[in-house]
């Protein structure tokens, strides 16, 4: 049976913060690599992180916190990733420890910029992590409830279903439901796509669509998805399951999602980076917006909200005129 060993949080936002509540509950001791010293410093002092989910208390005694990242992968056997997609590079090459002999799991809800991979196959491809190494947590999971312990469901990826299974069974608990899943790479690119769709469904709320055509939006967007996925990694997969669809709908409609408020605002007549500033939280789906769009070049899938919410960010086109074309295209 494999056994994850010693478990690092690599990351130190909200759902960094939440996913290290959920493990340091169960094995008493994590590795924690944040960026910053001072950040530590005021967590230690604390009890709490100083900037995220301020009402979640932890243990100091079970956490080993460093600002060097090295040392983090030196001395801990599974590395979970939980930093913003566009800073994972620069984390990374401070790195001189190799991380192939790692059991690597992502839980980056996003894709790295320039490169237009998804965070699996970069770890693949730049670090050589072999994929029976590499899994990832998906699911509808905003880290605002796992920290209040409500009920959630969270799916752990890996093609070694051993490994996925081991890390699944170590994080499940009362209010933490998990299943496995060989579809890594499928998970991923949903997990980018639903924070595109948000941000379409933000957009719409902003400009004063109702509930009736939400549905319609999320209907269609699900079937957008799926069309996406089936070209990228042709396998039998039930778009329906909670890993899927369910994020994808607890993304677009819930009061806890920055891409839907990011959306929102950008609805409301807030340029790009007006929306930004003042939401001083990374949405994710800016950065996926583009990176599918410039996957999709390749693949030729007919993607209508994907090909809307580039115009509306990156060519700024206007929400009303670009939404309006869209609402023409549904049925």
Known sequence: MFDCGKIAIIGGGSWATAIAKIVVGHTHHIGWYMRRDDRIEDFRRLGHNPAYLVSVRFNMDEIDFSSDI??????????????????????????????????????????????????????????????????????????????LERLSYLTIGCVNTEKAKAFADLIASDYIKT????????????????????????????????DNFQSVLMSNAVQEMNRFMNVVHPIERAIIDSVYMG?????????????????????????????????????????GTKCMKEINRHMHVNMPILDAVYNILYERISPQIEIKLLTDSFR
């Open 247 to 287: 994020d994808l709908l607890v993304t677009g409609y819930s009061n806890f999602s920055r891409n839907r408020t990011f959306g929102s605002m950008i609805g409301k007549g807030y340029s790009v980076k007006s929306a930004q500033i003042e939401m001083e939280m990374i949405a994710e789906g800016y950065f």
């Open 70 to 147: 090295n040392k983090i992968v030196d001395n801990y056997d599974t590395l979970v990733f939980v930093t913003p997609s566009p800073y994972l590079k620069n984390h990374l090459k401070k790195l001189k420890t190799r991380i192939k002999d790692k059991f690597v799991i992502t839980a980056i809800k996003g894709i790295v910029p320039d490169e237009n991979l998804v965070c699996s196959e970069y770890f693949h491809q730049v670090y050589d992590v072999p994929h029976e190494n590499l899994a990832c947590i998906g699911g509808p999971s905003h880290a605002e409830e796992v920290a």
């Open 179 to 210: 299943k496995t899943s060989t579809d890594v790479i499928g998970i991923e690119y949903s997990s980018v796509l639903k924070n595109v769709y948000a941000i379409a469904a933000g957009i719409c709320s902003g400009l004063k669509y109702g």
